[in-house]
């Protein structure tokens, strides 16, 4: 079951909203609760009793707006999927800027909704995943998208994520474990392609200022790897 606020202004356009969202569930066969807030102030204060798997978020709200909101919400929650509805086109940067799934133009078009919320529902199943450490201080199970890279030491691994995790296991092993986001870049690391900001062919600037050095050739590789999760 997804949970799903509706966040407009708009009481017309949040109903046909709802309308749509409760037609792709039946269409899709995926369960979704479905909140409805009437602003961003709405939204926060229902926030931490609801904490919803997708959002559909106007921009243009009176007080503050949808691109405000999205950048509170940025500040502790990585993985609420954000789908901006908006009557401009002006607004893309801002949706990159908060990791934005999609933004969709007024009047919001049926299958264009549909398609993005799959995305969206396939991205909530794939931030559920986790990976399970046998570390010297005991057992940790990790959400997938807090690891940011694993570099391989010797005999060890070092996996860092909200701290760093040492384990007697190969890279090859452990990248069993993981899943498409994922990729090898040389013998030494593996780093989460969600976590990426820049690539050079020389080194990999990571979203928490973090720069991995990579060989010249798994430049196109990983390029082509960080294009196929779009």
Known sequence: ???????????????????????????????????????????????????????????????????????????????????????????????????????????????????????????????CRKITLETPDGTEVLPLYDVRYIESHKNYAVIRADREYTVRRTLGDILESLDSRFIKVGRSFIINLLWIRRVSRTEIELKSGEVIPIPRAAFEAVNRAIIDMK
């Open 1 to 127: 079951m997804l949970t799903l606020t509706l966040c407009d202004d708009n009481a017309a356009e949040r109903e046909q909203l709802k309308s749509l969202v409760l037609e792709w569930s039946d269409r899709s066969g995926t369960g979704v609760s479905v909140l409805e807030c009437p602003s961003a102030e709405a939204f926060l204060f229902a926030y931490e009793e609801q904490r919803p798997d997708i959002l559909l978020l106007d921009i243009e709200m009176p007080g503050q707006s949808g691109v405000e909101l999205a950048k509170k919400l940025r500040r502790s929650d990585r993985v609420m999927q954000i789908i901006f509805i908006t009557a401009y086109s002006d607004y893309i940067a801002e949706g990159y800027e908060v990791a934005a799934l999609h933004y969709l133009l007024k009047p919001v078009d049926r299958e264009k909704l549909f398609s993005v919320l799959s995305i969206a529902a396939e991205r909530v199943r794939r931030d």
